[in-house]
């Protein structure tokens, strides 16, 4: 497969305008944390780097089914994953979850509300 040259650098351009929008928009729909984290957090960005999102929201809606809210709402034009939690699961898990912890090594802060969860 050939190298395309400046691929990388039109990703971010992708990658950073999606979290534009996003960040404007998640606040409307309830968000009340978003950082990024990863890959794109880090600046290490290949033709296929994906949009780490964690969002911290208050919901009902099981862990599993969480991440079709944000896609079917913010219809994102890239590959993102969408870790979403409540402000409760994040608290409870940030002590000792191992994913929680990779997240934390690599996120940066967008947003978050008053009550600062992240």
């Given at each position: 497969?050939?190298?395309?040259?400046?691929?990388?650098?039109h990703?971010?351009?992708?990658?950073?305008?999606?979290?534009?929008?996003?960040?404007?928009?998640?606040?409307?729909?309830?968000?009340?944390?978003?950082?990024?984290?990863?890959?794109?957090?880090?600046?290490?960005?290949?033709?296929?780097?994906?949009?780490?999102?964690?969002?911290?929201?208050?919901?009902e809606?099981?862990?599993?089914?969480?991440?079709?809210?944000?896609?079917?709402?913010?219809?994102?034009?890239?590959?993102?994953?969408?870790?979403?939690?409540?402000?409760?699961?994040?608290?409870?898990?940030?002590?000792?979850?191992?994913?929680?912890?990779?997240?934390?090594?690599?996120?940066?802060?967008?947003?978050?509300?008053?009550?600062?969860?992240?």
């Amino acid at each position: 497969m050939p190298i395309v040259f400046g691929f990388s650098n039109h990703r971010k351009n992708c990658l950073e305008n999606e979290l534009s929008k996003f960040s404007n928009e998640s606040k409307q729909l309830g968000a009340k944390s978003l950082a990024i984290f990863g890959d794109f957090a880090l600046n290490q960005i290949t033709p296929d780097t994906s949009l780490d999102l964690l969002i911290i929201q208050e919901t009902e809606e099981k862990f599993i089914n969480r991440d079709e809210f944000w896609i079917t709402h913010l219809r994102p034009s890239v590959h993102i994953r969408f870790f979403v939690y409540t402000p409760d699961e994040y608290k409870q898990l940030s002590g000792d979850n191992y994913v929680i912890n990779n997240i934390k090594n690599s996120m940066e802060i967008i947003f978050q509300d008053a009550d600062k969860v992240l």
